[in-house]
């Protein structure tokens, strides 16, 4: 060890790389009393059980490895910080979670990110401390069970069978028709059972449309931790399996645990002829990752006699049964709710606080907190829809989601609604909701469920009394009067899923200039600046680009850059977590800015130049040496997007100097709390008056908050804030911290003077 580490015992940090004869000393060493730091990520370690002589440990990095079990950890009782993000870990113990780093951490999911954990599975974790020593409480009152179900997504374009595999797979006497209907959004089926191993297994089968309107609807139920069947009618030659694949690899995969969803191809031939257009070598060699869990068959499904089709579905539920999720433990009372709720599937959805509670009861269940636990557990894994945080929708429990489903789809394939560019009123869609037997309840539940924040499908139009349906917007581009542009700015995709633009100008609806919005882009305004949001074919790679020009100077571009950047980041991290893409900032040489279109930068590419202490990068076009401290002035404040960048997930850009996280990251600690910088719409108008003094008007919300309810201070505040005349830039948080707990010293020291200031500024 002391040919390693001279002074043994006097070592207090100690990272290791990839050294295996360091490691090795590690492994061995008696005398490590007094290291704090240790750092062994990425050095393929299993066993972990030497770290029993590291009792000082305070922080502990044991990322991307292969640890399984991490039941020492429990003695290790000094640590403050601890990272087990990618590795095998499946079981973790009770006293895992009762060390005190567990206990003060802020988002606990974070630590054990990208396991395959079985117990506690992932979904009571993320949910914090209450709700996994209430999992462990139940489990050692109730015992366990395994619930051993599982979801099927069966894809492809009409026609192509899958509503005939679906309907023989519950019902193996099932005579197939000879044209097959095309189905309307979505049909759920739960009724197919397999014994496999002794267990008996249950699958909820859902049977996506496939007309191109309904793609739009994939971003909302395509799940990871189910298994895919992509059928295609192998005598037509039609189906895109480029888009099946791509949009599979997209949701599939779970970005929790990187694991990929099995997907099974099935070629559906037709009097026992074939003609394929699928290229298997050519698939396999593009989607490696779906490869590796990937079978293809070729079936006549009306030829009784076809062995093939038995194969085939030997091989899915092998699939289904190897799904790690489909295995967890739940506590045996949670599964007693399951039987109850299925018995009560016939009445589509329940209401929470009556019915819901009282079948939980009925099974032993009388803590709400527990209730409401096991809700969002089944809502995770496919056996419900339950949407807590909606006021109005976080009522009901939607047991059967086949008329959900249909009475959206009902809207979105309606004709004279397409013909309408998506525009309705409530009228309209009420009697268009009645008209199709729905009740007032359902009506009522489905405009809720339509105009939810949550999915970016409609939004009311400013002073009236219509909706728009932004997806059945026509792509017309209408015609813009747009100036030089001051800055450019790209999001370049290999594949781009259909809905982003629309949901995009769900959620900037308010910021909408004349309505000038189409199928593929929209001119936003606020204030002195301008914004054209454009999706492109990226000619270079064959993939997407979302083109974002703005017009205006200084902070104001700065600003709707970064609320369009946060628009956009969110979409990506809450619908598609798997989602690759490069941002780009367009060049400021002199050529590049009178150019129609500059040359372009990858985004973190200059993050690494900065790292690197560059300080400028060569324009190919012009041959100047560009400023990286200029380029990225052009775009980002510093000060306001270090704190709101980071709160968002995405890039870091550091005051001090300028550092990068993987953008959609999901091991950013988000421990650090910062006062927000979104006012409430009655405050909106001063991020266009003064956005970078947003953090001190904040402040002085903080000091009327403690009871100063005064002109003289206000006036005071307001009148300092106005002299500076832009001249005052934040220069990292702790200044404003101390601006903050200067003010409100000041705040409370005027209770006690309050008499004096308000005769001096009467008698102003």
């Avoid at 640890?67 to 003695?75: F, G």
């Amino acid at each position: 060890m002391e040919e390693y580490f001279p002074g043994g015992g006097g070592i207090q940090y100690l990272k290791v790389s990839l050294s295996n004869a360091v490691l090795d000393k590690i492994k061995s060493a008696e005398n490590m009393k007094g290291i704090t730091f240790l750092d062994l990520s990425h050095t393929n370690i299993r066993d972990i059980n030497f770290l029993n002589k590291y009792s000082d440990l305070e922080i502990l990095y044991l990322d991307d490895n292969e640890i399984e079990d991490v039941s020492l950890l429990s003695y290790l009782t000094r640590l403050k910080k601890i990272s087990l993000r990618y590795n095998n870990i499946k079981l973790i113990d009770k006293s895992f979670f009762q060390l005190e780093v567990i206990r003060k951490s802020d988002n606990i999911s974070t630590i054990v990110f990208g396991n395959p954990l079985i117990k506690p599975p992932i979904e009571i974790i993320e949910q914090g401390l209450a709700s996994i020593f209430s999992y462990f409480k139940q489990i050692e009152d109730q015992g366990t069970e395994r619930l051993y179900e599982a979801k099927m997504i069966i894809v492809g374009e009409p026609g192509a069978g899958k509503t005939t595999l679906m309907k023989k797979m519950c019902n193996p006497k099932y005579e197939v028709p000879q044209e097959e209907y095309e189905t309307v959004g979505i049909e759920v089926c739960s009724e197919y059972k397999f014994i496999f191993k002794n267990a008996e297994y249950r699958v909820n089968i859902w049977d996506f449309g496939g007309q191109p309107i309904q793609y739009f609807l994939h971003q909302f139920f395509l799940t990871c931790d189910t298994i895919y069947v992509l059928l295609a009618d192998d005598r037509r030659e039609l189906t895109n399996f480029d888009y099946w694949f791509k949009i599979i690899k997209l949701l599939g995969k779970n970005y929790k645990n990187d694991v990929q969803s099995p997907v099974i191809v099935v070629l559906n031939e037709r009097n026992c002829k074939t003609i394929t257009s699928f290229n298997r070598n050519l698939y396999r060699e593009n989607f490696p990752e779906i490869a590796q869990n990937m079978k293809e068959f070729s079936v006549d499904f009306a030829f009784q006699e076809d062995k093939r089709f038995i194969n085939m579905i030997d091989e899915i539920n092998r699939k289904i049964a190897c799904i790690e999720v489909v295995n967890k433990e739940i506590p045996n009372k949670w599964k007693e709710l399951r039987t109850l709720i299925m018995e009560n599937q016939y009445k589509n959805y329940i209401k929470y606080d009556n019915e819901y509670v009282e079948l939980c009861n009925q099974c032993g269940i009388s803590d709400e907190y527990e209730q409401k636990e096991i809700a969002q557990y089944f809502h995770t894994i496919g056996i419900i829809l339950y949407f807590e945080h909606d006021p109005f929708l976080g009522e009901f429990l939607f047991l059967e989601p086949n008329w959900l489903l249909k009475g959206t789809y009902l809207i979105f394939s309606d004709e004279e609604l397409k013909k309408q560019n998506g525009k309705f009123t409530k009228d309209w869609i009420n009697n268009k909701w009645s008209e199709n037997g729905y009740s007032l309840i359902q009506r009522k539940i489905l405009l809720n469920l339509l105009t939810n924040s949550k999915f970016d499908l409609c939004y009311q139009l400013k002073g009236s009394e219509q909706y728009l349906i932004t997806s059945l917007i026509r792509d017309i581009k209408p015609q813009i009067i747009w100036p030089d542009t001051d800055l450019y700015f790209r999001i370049q995709y290999p594949f781009l899923p259909k809905g982003i633009i629309s949901r995009l100008i769900v959620r900037m609806n308010e910021d909408i200039k004349d309505n000038l919005i189409w199928g593929k882009g929209l001119l936003i305004e606020r204030g002195p600046v301008q914004a054209l949001i454009t999706e492109e074919e990226d000619r270079n790679t064959g993939g997407k680009i979302l083109n974002i020009k703005i017009k205006g100077q200084g902070i104001y571009k700065q600003w709707i850059l970064l609320d369009i950047r946060k628009e956009i980041i969110s979409i990506h991290k809450n619908t598609f977590p798997n989602i690759k893409y490069n941002e780009l900032l367009g060049c400021i040489c002199s050529k590049c800015i009178k150019a129609p279109e500059p040359r372009f930068y990858n985004y973190s590419d200059l993050l690494g130049f900065i790292e690197n202490k560059r300080k400028t990068i060569e324009c190919y076009s012009s041959g100047e040496n560009v400023s990286l401290a200029a380029l990225f002035q052009s775009a980002f404040r510093e000060d306001e997007d270090y704190r709101i960048l980071k709160n968002e997930g995405m890039v870091i850009l550091n005051p001090s100097i300028v550092n990068v996280n993987q953008i959609n990251n999901p091991n950013l600690d988000h421990s650090e709390n910062h006062l927000a910088s979104k006012f409430p719409p009655y405050l909106k108008f001063l991020k266009y008056l003064r956005p970078k003094f947003y953090n001190r008007i904040t402040y002085l919300i903080v000091i009327t908050g403690i009871g100063l309810f005064s002109k003289p201070i206000w006036f005071s505040a307001i009148n300092s804030i106005v002299k500076t005349k832009y001249e005052i830039t934040l220069i990292d948080e702790r200044t404003d911290t101390v601006l903050g707990l200067m003010l409100i010293i000041v705040s409370l020291f005027y209770n006690l003077i309050s008499k004096y200031i308000e005769n001096k500024y009467d008698k102003r």
